[in-house]
C-alpha cells in the first residue's frame, strides 16, 4: 500500500477551507489539466456523507473512470471518500481539518493499492505516486487560492 500525505496551510477559516475541498465544481476547476468532470452521482455543489460522485478524466493518456462515496465525515474536522469503482485494487483518501487563530491547516492522507501484482507496483514507483502528488499539489493550490481569495471577501 503506497500513502500520500500532504499539509497545506490555508489564510482562512476552517469552514471555508472544508467547504471549498468537498466542491465538485472546484475540484473540476482543479483537475483541468486532466479534463476531469463529474459525470455520474453528485456532479455540483457539495458532496455530503454517503453521496458518491463518478470522475472521468484522462490520466496516462487513457480516459477513466472513477466512482468515490463520501464514507465518513464530522463537519469541518475531517471526511474520508473512497473508490467504489475504478482502476485501483483499493483507494481511500482521508482530509483533516485544524484551525487556529484564522488559519486552517489541511491535511490529506491518500492510500491506495494497485493491481497487477509486480507490474503494479513497479508502475506505481515509476510513475504513478508522482502523478497522483502532483495532481494533490495543483487541487491543493488551487483550493488555497480560492479559500484565501472568499476569504478575503468577508468582512
Known amino acids: 500500500m503506497t500513502t500520500i500525505h500532504l499539509t ?12 471549498v475541498s468537498r466542491n465538485i465544481d472546484i475540484h473540476q476547476k482543479s483537475a483541468s489539466k486532466s479534463k476531469e468532470k463529474a459525470v455520474a452521482g453528485i456532479t455540483s455543489g457539495l458532496i455530503n456523507l454517503n453521496e458518491t460522485v463518478t470522475w472521468r478524466g484522462k490520466h496516462f493518456g487513457f ?12 463537519l469541518y474536522d475531517y471526511f474520508v471518500d473512497e473508490m467504489e469503482e475504478g482502476k485501483f485494487k483499493t483507494f481511500k483518501h482521508q482530509h483533516f481539518f485544524e484551525e ?7 491535511t490529506d492522507q491518500l492510500q491506495y493499492e494497485t493491481p497487477f501484482g509486480i507490474f503494479g507496483k513497479l508502475f506505481d514507483v515509476l510513475f504513478l ?18 479559500c484565501e481569495t472568499t476569504s478575503s471577501k468577508t468582512p
Open 100 to 106: 487556529k487563530n484564522g488559519v486552517t491547516t489541511m
Open 129 to 146: 505516486k508522482k502523478h497522483l502528488t502532483q495532481f494533490l499539489l495543483e487541487r491543493n493550490n488551487v483550493l488555497k487560492k480560492v
Open 8 to 19: 497545506t496551510i490555508i489564510q482562512a477559516p476552517i469552514q471555508t477551507v472544508f467547504d
Open 63 to 74: 480516459y477513466l473512470t472513477h466512482k468515490s462515496r463520501i464514507t465518513a465525515m464530522n
